[in-house]
């Protein structure tokens, strides 16, 4: 794989993982999914809120579809494939659990 595809594949990723998340984020907000209104009624849903969420789901859709080509290419198997993956989005998570917590004061 040429690295002008991983980097079509970078953008493409991270401008549907932003809207797909943004998106989600919204509307289970706005419907109180889970009572997750509820859970974030003490955090003030502004443009920063949501620019953190788009930001976050670029980087989820930009990650990951950059990482299984080149997790095939390698030849990594089943369980280190998952583990790897989810390494990944706990990378990406934990800073959007301290930016929630740090908008809630």
Request: net charge positive; charged share 15%.
């Amino acid at each position: 794989m040429s690295p002008l595809r991983l980097v079509e594949l970078a953008l493409a990723g991270f401008a549907g993982g932003a809207v797909f998340v943004v998106v989600v984020v919204f509307l289970a907000l706005k419907f109180n999914y889970k009572q997750l209104r509820t859970a974030y009624s003490h955090i003030p849903q502004d443009g920063r809120f949501y620019q953190a969420w788009a930001l976050l789901g670029g980087a989820l859709g930009a990650s990951y579809l950059v990482a299984m080509p080149l997790l095939d290419a390698s030849g990594v198997k089943d369980p280190w494939y998952g583990l790897i993956m989810i390494a990944i989005g706990l990378v990406l998570f934990v800073p959007m659990v301290f930016f929630l917590r740090r908008r809630a004061r």
